[in-house]
């Protein structure tokens, strides 16, 4: 009877122990997803005008006079003198403007790429020449700017506010999706600049990363952890990959910059030597994780392989090897996924340069998205604020993508039985 | 060796001396031959000296206490112990008159003559079709996809399993019962119409319906095959073998015939061990 009481009144004392603890745990979970949450809701919310571009319209005279072009083709169309049309046309809007002052903040509302727009469609329809066409072109980033944020920001002088205020009445002022954010390379200007630049040296990066790492980690993993000989040497070789995976990402940058570009020679800012050096960086995670998931395979398995007179390469590729992929393939995942977010090791070997072209192959100079995000970040343009939130936003997207595939992948490895 | 397995060598000898009994037979009998077979775990010694005829068609059973060194003694048999990186082997083992650790011996062949079945039912994930086809495949046995066919079935009959899975041989081989998953196992053995089959405590995990059938299956396969068996149960190795081995502390003891043994054991250690002394 005593201790039946004196385990009920413990029991209260357990009970609401348990009840404390799972507290602690809901307030942790819920406090980091309030975090998370922030954080996510203040990126979107920044890079929002960064998805809009403002444009205007501008009635352009294609006359041969102005342009300084008889006929028009591939040659001839670089000595154009667009600039000068897009000038005189802007002036157009205002035609009472004249002093010399006024006009130059006049033609500061349109973007500084307009030129090379007109040019380009003038090339597409070269029919226009000779006639006037009424044409959108994009707006400069202080308007887009001063647009976005309702007059708040943006260096808009008062004598601009009220053209402005002139051209949204005559409808000559639009805003659409700025596809340019994911057509075009990197530019200083920043209605004329896009990721895609970075995007595709991104994945050249990564494609050259999960090669490499794959196939050299998965590989060590294999001989490390099934043929090679338990002595001093390979303990020594442990050791070092166990190490190596503490090592401060930027070293692994010196390190390339030393033997790969230095002394083998590999083109400098170019994905191939970026994935190299990514490589290296990854390649401790995936040989761990590979190796655990190797000795996680039932030693049965491999002993009724041999035993029916398999080799033991046979054992490895055809048993031990597909039960281990799942584990192999999370290594690999969290591997390329810190590779795809890794600064400061590319910092080290030029992929932090302005790279102005889309790269088309792992030889060609290449910047990658979390550099590029720097690079916004760094610059002083107001507009770069929205691209830099923009660029955050779109290399989640990718990271949350890669990962989806990769649980499918091993969604799909694991169920074979 | 260490002065210190030099002294339990001799406190062994003393203790067991000669193997008593029978662990020779006639030439045109013997199937496998051990001669002297000492086999160490890097310093440690397991097997002590060891020598014993099986015979064709025969099925030895090796009993003894846990620790004994019977199992350990029957991985040498197919050189299973080569995976163990520590273990070493000295004395020589024969089939059909060639040493199996010879220089000129492939371990990938040898384990295709002499199969085995081990203590957990251990069938691969994937189909009972392809558990028992992965032999024959790895070695080339089939010449196309009904040849295949045949020795699928085939095996399974003789393992005694066609009949419960013969509708879903696409199925998975873990998918089965503990006392099936060991028959699959047999049967994937017997696939590669191997000439030995060693079996390490093949009944341990399973339940006595299960250990019964498994039992007449073994004395089915003595018509084809050489069976060598290590069991825990004394009854089992009466009811399924034809000679029994009784093994102490790593040391080879009494062979003889299973009658014998278990009736009239010649030796004070053996008798010990049958009649529940100790073990």
């Given at each position: 009877m005593n201790n039946t009481e004196q385990i009920k009144r413990s029991l209260k004392k357990r009970y609401a122990k348990e009840r404390r603890f799972r507290l602690y745990g809901l307030t942790a979970i819920v406090v980091s997803f309030l975090f998370l949450f922030t954080l996510l809701a203040d990126i979107t919310l920044k890079a929002i005008p960064a998805f809009t571009q403002a444009w205007v319209q501008l009635d352009v005279s294609f006359e041969s006079d102005t342009l300084g072009l008889d006929n028009v083709n591939e040659q001839t169309i670089n000595e154009g003198k667009f600039r000068k049309a897009v000038k005189s046309s802007t002036y157009n809007l205002f035609p009472d403007v004249s002093k010399r002052k006024q006009k130059k903040e006049l033609s500061a509302l349109v973007s500084g790429g307009a030129q090379y727009q007109i040019r380009d469609q003038l090339l597409d329809n070269p029919e226009w020449l000779g006639t006037t066409q009424t044409v959108w072109v994009k707006a400069d980033d202080q308007l887009d700017v001063w647009l976005e944020s309702d007059g708040e920001l943006g260096k808009i002088s008062e004598q601009q506010e009220q053209w402005i205020a002139a051209l949204q009445e005559q409808d000559r002022i639009k805003r659409s999706f700025n596809t340019t954010l994911f057509t075009a390379g990197d530019s200083r200007e920043p209605e004329q600049a896009g990721i895609l630049g970075a995007l595709v040296g991104s994945l050249l990066t990564l494609a050259v990363t999960l090669v490499l790492s794959i196939t050299v980690g998965v590989a060590t993993a294999i001989y490390l952890e099934i043929f090679a000989p338990q002595n001093r040497f390979t303990d020594f070789i442990e050791i070092n990959i166990n190490n190596l995976a503490a090592v401060p990402s930027i070293i692994f940058g010196l390190l390339g910059l030393a033997?790969?570009?230095?002394?083998?020679?590999?083109?400098?800012?170019t994905p191939l030597v970026g994935g190299l050096v990514l490589s290296l960086m990854t390649l401790p995670t995936i040989i761990v994780s590979s190796r655990a998931a190797l000795k996680s395979v039932p030693p049965s398995l491999m002993e009724a392989a041999l035993g029916l007179g398999a080799s033991k390469m046979q054992a490895v590729f055809q048993h031990a090897l597909p039960l281990a992929m799942p584990g192999i393939l999370t290594g690999a995942i969290i591997g390329m996924a810190q590779a795809l977010g890794e600064t400061a090791p590319l910092l080290m070997i030029g992929m932090v340069a302005f790279i102005v072209d889309v790269p088309s192959g792992v030889l060609d100079a290449a910047t990658v998205l979390p550099v590029q995000i720097y690079l916004w970040a760094d610059s002083p343009e107001r507009a770069f604020t929205a691209m830099t939130a923009a660029g955050i936003l779109i290399l989640l997207v990718f990271l949350v993508a890669m990962n989806s595939l990769a649980i499918v992948l091993r969604k799909r490895f694991e169920r074979r039985w | 060796m260490s002065n210190n397995t030099d002294q339990q060598n001799t406190d062994l000898d003393q203790l067991v001396g000669e193997t008593t009994g029978t662990p020779f037979l006639p030439d045109e009998k013997v199937k496998m031959s051990a001669r002297n077979v000492d086999v160490f775990y890097a310093d440690k010694q397991a097997i002590f000296d060891n020598s014993l005829d099986i015979g064709k068609n025969e099925v030895l059973a090796m009993i003894g206490p846990s620790g004994c060194g019977k199992s350990t003694f029957l991985r040498t048999l197919n050189r299973?112990?080569?995976?163990?990186?520590?273990c070493r082997i000295t004395g020589e083992i024969k089939l059909d008159d060639e040493n199996i650790y010879g220089k000129d011996i492939d371990p990938v062949l040898l384990r295709a003559r002499v199969g085995m079945v081990f203590q957990k039912p251990n069938p691969?994930?994937?189909?009972i079709y392809d558990n028992v086809a992965y032999g024959p495949r790895l070695h080339g046995l089939a010449r196309n996809k009904a040849d295949l066919d045949e020795i699928v079935v085939t095996s399974l009959k003789r393992a005694g399993l066609f009949d419960e899975v013969k509708d879903r041989l696409d199925a998975s081989g873990t998918g089965l019962s503990g006392g099936q998953q060991q028959r699959l196992c047999i049967a994937r053995t017997i696939a590669v119409s191997p000439e030995v089959i060693l079996m390490d405590e093949p009944a341990s995990a399973l339940d006595p319906i299960a250990t019964a059938i498994i039992e007449e299956l073994i004395d089915e396969l003595r018509q084809n095959f050489t069976i060598a068996i290590v069991t825990h149960s004394m009854q089992q190795a009466a009811r399924v073998s034809q000679r029994t081995a009784y093994f102490h502390l790593g040391k080879l003891v009494e062979v003889g015939e299973t009658n014998q043994i278990f009736t009239n054991p010649a030796h004070q250690l053996t008798e010990n061990y049958i009649t529940g002394r100790f073990g």
């Open positions: 033997i790969f570009i230095s002394l083998f020679g590999v083109p400098r800012s | 299973m112990n080569d995976t163990i990186p520590i691969f994930p994937k189909s």
